[in-house]
């Protein structure tokens, strides 16, 4: 009797310390299914932090090349262009070395000098349609070659005409007071080229002769065309006049580009670089 009364209580024991192990072994093998999802999980997020980044990568390469798109674009326009009806002479042209005092002899503002490109516009970025676009909008609804007025509210509300030095020009204020400290230094070294300076034009909108699609910058008022005792400088030639030179040097201080930079030299040209911009949008002054 006493055997049989002892059955009971040893059979509960082992179902007890059988139901301990079976929870032991479920436990763990719970733990170990949660640390592989786990371990899935945190591989889950790399894989898509990685394809996040690549798609940033990829995103700013397509925008650096529809930039170099719009860049070429612009570069063939204005080598379509027409040339001067009344091209230059050709002569010999001294070449220039370095910076305007390095040139000796040269009294002429007038006198064509070969131009050096790569001495000019040094960290100062050409800006394409994008940026113009991107900054100030767009100018009007529809352009064509021949200049038209501006209709865009906000850019006409940044518009000004003003009278600085010797010429009179409309363009947006910050490059009105840039034209001005430029021109303030111009008639402290170079009074005789002050004096004789003037503009074949400012704002005009319309588009880059030769093109149908690219928007000229003087339709934002951010480009100005100087000329030199009355004459306008050949274009296209790969010359430029002696004065326009000694000017390209105060514009790409205050951050203009000078147009003798493109593929086909436009040495009376100078516009807002794409720095100097970007720094007045920061400023709050476009």
């Known amino acids: 009797m006493r055997e049989g009364a002892l059955i009971g209580p040893i059979i509960i024991a082992i179902g007890l310390v059988v139901a301990a192990v079976c929870f032991a072994v479920v436990g763990a093998l719970l733990q170990t299914a949660d640390g592989r999802t786990e371990l899935r999980l945190e591989r889950t997020e790399a894989d898509l932090a990685r ?3 690549g798609m ?3 995103r700013s390469e397509l925008r650096d090349a529809e930039a170099e798109i719009e860049r070429l674009g612009e570069e063939i326009a204005l080598a379509a262009a027409p040339a001067p009806l009344e ?8 070449e220039i070395i370095g910076a305007a005092e390095d040139i000796p002899g040269t009294e002429a503002m007038t006198e064509e000098m ?3 490109k790569a001495r000019f516009n040094t960290g100062i970025t050409q800006p394409g349609n994008r940026v113009m676009l991107e900054v100030l909008g767009q100018p009007r609804s529809s352009y064509s070659t021949t200049c038209q007025p501006i209709t865009q509210p906000r850019l006409r509300a940044l518009m000004e005409t003003r009278q600085i030095g010797p010429i009179r020009v409309t363009m947006v204020k910050p490059a009105l007071d840039s034209l001005q400290r430029i021109l303030d230094r111009l008639q402290q070294d170079e009074p005789d080229i002050y004096a004789a300076l003037g503009t074949a034009g400012a704002i005009c909108a319309r588009l880059i002769r030769g093109s149908s699609s690219s928007i000229s910058n003087h339709s934002w ?4 065309d100087l000329k ?15 004065g326009l030179l000694l000017l390209a040097e105060l514009f790409n201080d205050e951050g203009w580009y000078w147009g ?4 086909r030299e436009d040495s009376m040209h100078f516009e807002v670089g794409v720095e100097t911009l970007r720094k007045w949008q920061a400023m709050g002054l476009l």
């Open 114 to 116: 070969l131009t050096a």
């Open 260 to 263: 003798a930079g493109y593929r």
């Open 51 to 53: 394809l996040r980044s």
């Open 56 to 58: 940033d990568t990829l």
């Open 87 to 94: 091209p230059l002479p050709q002569v010999a042209l001294p």
């Open 228 to 242: 030199l005792q009355g004459q306008l400088d050949g274009f296209g030639d790969g010359g430029t006049q002696f």
């Open 221 to 224: 008022g951010t480009a100005i």
